[in-house]
């Protein structure tokens, strides 16, 4: 069935790479449009990254810290893409021809080396470089650049004794695939033996025919880069299932909720000049309380009690330029204040109208699941249906929202990680404003989006898998991976899945019932 559905679309895709091929005068055998397409595909990544470093970074970071900025820039473009590859992945079985078999295929890129290699260096950047680039930036400024070197590798080479402790250990007691077998048994004949029935030697010892096969475990030793996606996948999990449960239900309801409470219309310039004096105000206050606490910590020095009040400092100062913003987009001020209002208002509809898209996309999530995860043998198989049906329509359309919904996973992960950590009280986040996110802000969300990846690649294998079946990660995942000793029954019995479905339920009755609408200060005071 699987086959059949995707037949019209891999082999108009196979004709259409042939085409090309020879209008090109490339060799036979690689899909030429498509390694051109993932090239243009990377090239874009990259470039989108650097503006979003640009507009995220803060100004004290200007002209310095390259190093960080490259690894932010390489983190990013590496966790795109690699969610990215599974499109790829599935437009790239479509290589050749449908009528051409698998072994007589060159395939366009060998994406079974390619997954390990792009994991493999997520897992360099995750527990390597950036944990010696955040210590790096944050030593102590009066130290020379030898000796915050120093001190930053001693701290990173801590990080990396531990996990290659972990997993070394685990490797050498657990790295091993188990597969449930049928043990069958036959005698021995020469092949001019004529065969009777089904079986060698006139039907003795023959298991197949007289229906006693007995059921054992092979175990297989499992290669080391395959075992280091298999933790790091249980790591990106944990990630995942928390932040994309509470941000499946926070992206959309804060972009509808930012258009509820809007402001209406431009304040007259007296309250402007009102407002901006309270802020003067309070600024003044801030500063004297930031005195104050650079003595206390002369004197007494950083104590729990110091922390907390610095802690507390640090929101009040996030206040008051949250104020701050608010003030200047409700008096635009300059030449084109009547366009930059404008464009505030166009802003605000448009989340509204990405809000409502979001609702429905996660709503869509949502129904998939239970049908076709949750629920065994599959009730519909719901998107991988209309993925297929798209492709049909051209063989690009079903890729392009294949990519859609993984790219998707990805945004609510990075929302569910502010969400948490403001609404949730539990850790302090590192969240991203334009203009005002540090390096060591930017890094701490790189490695986050780096571990969700591997989950969200791994979510959309398994949920999608009707769509996206006899790729090289859905082989690695599903005949490797979910069939690791000592850790396949937590996809055999959707462990992870459920979490995030759980997540998903908790955390929009949370948001809906006890989270506050935003304030909008101006107003109130």
Same mark, same amino acid.
């Given at each position: 069935?699987?086959?059949?559905?995707?037949?019209?679309?891999?082999?108009?895709?196979?004709?259409?790479?042939?085409? =090309?091929?020879?209008?090109?005068?490339?060799?036979?055998?690689?899909?030429?449009?498509?390694?051109?397409?993932?090239?243009?595909?990377?090239?874009?990544?990259?470039?989108?990254?650097?503006?979003?470093?640009?507009?995220?970074?803060?100004?004290?970071?200007?002209?310095?810290?390259? *190093?960080?900025?490259?690894?932010?820039?390489?983190? !990013?473009?590496?966790?795109?893409?690699?969610?990215?590859?599974?499109?790829?992945?599935?437009?790239?079985?479509?290589?050749?021809? +449908?009528?051409?078999?698998?072994?007589?295929?060159?395939?366009?890129?060998?994406?079974?080396?390619?997954?390990?290699?792009?994991?493999?260096?997520?897992?360099? &950047?995750?527990?390597?470089?950036?944990?010696?680039?955040?210590?790096?930036?944050?030593?102590?400024?009066?130290?020379?650049?030898?000796?915050? &070197?120093?001190?930053?590798?001693?701290?990173?080479?801590?990080?990396?004794?531990?996990?290659?402790?972990?997993?070394?250990?685990?490797?050498? &007691?657990?790295?091993?695939?188990?597969?449930?077998?049928?043990?069958?048994?036959?005698?021995? *004949?020469?092949?001019?033996?004529?065969?009777?029935?089904?079986?060698?030697?006139?039907?003795?010892?023959?298991?197949?025919?007289?229906?006693? =096969?007995?059921?054992?475990?092979?175990?297989?030793?499992?290669?080391?880069?395959?075992?280091?996606?298999?933790?790091?996948?249980?790591?990106?999990?944990?990630?995942?299932?928390?932040?994309?449960?509470?941000?499946?239900?926070?992206?959309?309801?804060?972009?509808?909720?930012?258009?509820?409470?809007?402001?209406?219309?431009?304040?007259?310039?007296?309250?402007?000049?009102?407002?901006?004096?309270?802020?003067?105000?309070?600024?003044?206050?801030?500063?004297?309380?930031? *005195?104050?606490?650079?003595?206390?910590?002369?004197?007494?020095?950083?104590?729990?009690?110091?922390?907390?009040?610095?802690?507390?400092?640090?929101?009040?100062?996030? $206040?008051?330029?949250?104020?701050?913003?608010?003030?200047? $987009?409700?008096?635009?001020?300059?030449?084109?204040?009547?366009?930059?209002?404008?464009?505030?208002?166009?802003?605000?509809?448009?989340?509204?109208? !990405?809000?409502?898209?979001?609702? #429905?996309?996660?709503?869509?999530?949502?129904?998939?699941?239970?049908?076709?995860?949750?629920?065994?043998?599959?009730?519909?198989?719901? &998107?991988?249906?209309?993925?297929?049906? !798209?492709?049909?329509?051209?063989?690009?359309?079903?890729?392009?929202?294949?990519?859609?919904?993984?790219?998707?996973?990805?945004?609510?992960?990075?929302?569910?990680?502010?969400?948490?950590?403001?609404?949730?009280? #539990?850790?302090?986040?590192?969240?991203?404003?334009?203009?005002?996110?540090?390096?060591?802000?930017?890094?701490?969300?790189?490695?986050?989006? !780096?571990?969700?990846?591997?989950?969200?690649?791994?979510?959309?294998?398994?949920?999608?898998?009707?769509?996206?079946?006899?790729?090289?990660? +859905?082989?690695?995942?599903?005949?490797?991976?979910?069939?690791?000793?000592?850790?396949?029954?937590?996809?055999?019995?959707?462990?992870?899945?459920?979490?995030?479905?759980?997540?998903?339920?908790?955390?929009?009755?949370?948001?809906?019932?006890?989270?506050?609408?935003?304030?909008?200060?101006?107003?109130?005071?």
């Amino acid at each position: 069935g699987r086959g059949a559905g995707r037949g019209g679309a891999m082999s108009a895709a196979g004709a259409a790479g042939g085409g =090309a091929r020879a209008l090109a005068g490339l060799p036979e055998g690689y899909n030429w449009f498509l390694i051109l397409a993932a090239v243009v595909v990377a090239g874009l990544v990259a470039a989108v990254n650097v503006y979003v470093l640009v507009h995220y970074m803060h100004p004290e970071d200007r002209n310095q810290a390259w *190093a960080p900025k490259a690894v932010v820039v390489s983190g !990013l473009s590496l966790a795109m893409l690699s969610v990215l590859m599974f499109p790829l992945d599935v437009a790239n079985r479509a290589a050749c021809a +449908e009528h051409i078999s698998r072994t007589s295929c060159s395939f366009s890129m060998p994406m079974e080396e390619l997954w390990q290699a792009v994991y493999l260096l997520e897992v360099i &950047l995750i527990f390597a470089v950036i944990p010696f680039m955040g210590f790096l930036y944050e030593a102590d400024s009066e130290l020379t650049l030898p000796q915050r &070197l120093k001190s930053s590798a001693a701290y990173s080479l801590v990080t990396l004794v531990v996990v290659g402790l972990v997993l070394g250990l685990a490797y050498g &007691l657990a790295g091993f695939v188990e597969y449930e077998v049928d043990d069958l048994a036959s005698q021995i *004949a020469p092949l001019a033996t004529q065969v009777v029935g089904s079986c060698l030697g006139g039907g003795q010892l023959c298991d197949g025919v007289r229906d006693e =096969a007995a059921t054992t475990s092979w175990k297989l030793r499992v290669s080391f880069p395959v075992y280091i996606i298999a933790l790091v996948t249980i790591f990106g999990w944990l990630v995942f299932m928390v932040f994309a449960g509470i941000g499946l239900s926070a992206l959309p309801m804060d972009w509808i909720r930012q258009f509820l409470f809007r402001p209406k219309a431009v304040i007259p310039r007296s309250d402007y000049i009102r407002h901006a004096r309270g802020l003067a105000r309070r600024a003044k206050e801030i500063k004297q309380e930031a *005195a104050a606490l650079r003595r206390e910590e002369q004197t007494l020095g950083k104590g729990r009690k110091w922390k907390r009040k610095l802690k507390e400092l640090n929101k009040v100062c996030m $206040e008051l330029e949250e104020d701050e913003q608010d003030l200047l $987009e409700v008096f635009p001020q300059g030449e084109d204040a009547d366009t930059a209002w404008i464009l505030t208002v166009v802003t605000y509809y448009a989340k509204l109208v !990405l809000g409502a898209l979001c609702v #429905v996309v996660s709503l869509m999530l949502l129904i998939h699941v239970i049908l076709y995860v949750f629920i065994s043998p599959p009730v519909h198989p719901f &998107l991988n249906e209309m993925f297929i049906a !798209l492709d049909k329509a051209f063989p690009l359309f079903g890729v392009a929202a294949f990519a859609f919904f993984c790219f998707y996973l990805i945004a609510i992960t990075v929302k569910g990680c502010t969400k948490f950590g403001v609404n949730f009280v #539990v850790f302090t986040v590192h969240p991203m404003q334009p203009g005002k996110t540090m390096m060591s802000s930017f890094m701490f969300n790189v490695g986050v989006i !780096l571990l969700a990846s591997t989950s969200v690649v791994q979510f959309c294998s398994r949920a999608f898998a009707l769509y996206a079946g006899d790729t090289a990660i +859905e082989r690695i995942f599903g005949n490797q991976i979910e069939n690791l000793w000592g850790l396949r029954y937590l996809y055999v019995y959707n462990v992870f899945i459920i979490c995030f479905f759980t997540m998903c339920v908790v955390s929009c009755g949370y948001l809906v019932l006890k989270s506050p609408p935003p304030r909008r200060r101006l107003t109130a005071q």
